[in-house]
């Protein structure tokens, strides 16, 4: 596997579900090939609406500045170097936690954003998402 297709971004998103109802908290799960482009959105029942373009921004944003957005949003606060970075890209740049690269050998083949929780629950959830990629390559790789 290569490339993130719409066969790998539905076992993401089923395992990105689960987490998400271990905790009862019901999320939008979005997937974004390496280019930042949408393969698959999942909004589960009774998913704020304004989750939607929170998580495909948030894993938009992921791609696009190779790095998780909590990590982002560590340097996008008041006074830091990145601070307004929100405001650029027409407002898609996202600086809260939740939207996670997908790598493969240390290369960015796409981007998780999960939201509809608070911000450690949006990680958690994505982290479901990262975890189950690595170990799916871990195995077709032996």
């Known amino acids: 596997m290569d490339q993130i297709n ?23 799960i979005s997937i974004v ?26 894993a938009w944003t992921s791609v696009a500045m190779k790095m998780p957005t909590a990590e982002l949003a560590e340097s996008a606060g008041a006074g830091k170097d990145l601070y307004g970075i929100n405001t650029t890209n027409n ?18 083949i796409g981007a998780v954003g999960v939201s509809g929780g608070a911000v450690d629950q949006d990680i958690r959830v994505a982290q479901a998402a990262v975890d189950i990629l690595e170990e799916s390559i871990a195995f077709s790789s032996q």
């Open 6 to 28: 719409l066969e790998i971004a539905k076992k993401l998103i089923d395992k990105s579900e689960k987490e998400a109802e271990q905790i009862g908290v019901p999320m939008v």
């Open 91 to 108: 407002g898609r740049v996202v600086v809260f936690g939740g939207g996670i690269p997908l790598k493969k050998d240390d290369r960015i």
């Open 33 to 58: 090939d390496a280019g930042g482009n949408l393969i698959a959105c999942h909004r589960m029942d009774d998913a704020l609406l304004v989750s939607v373009d929170i998580a495909q921004n948030k």
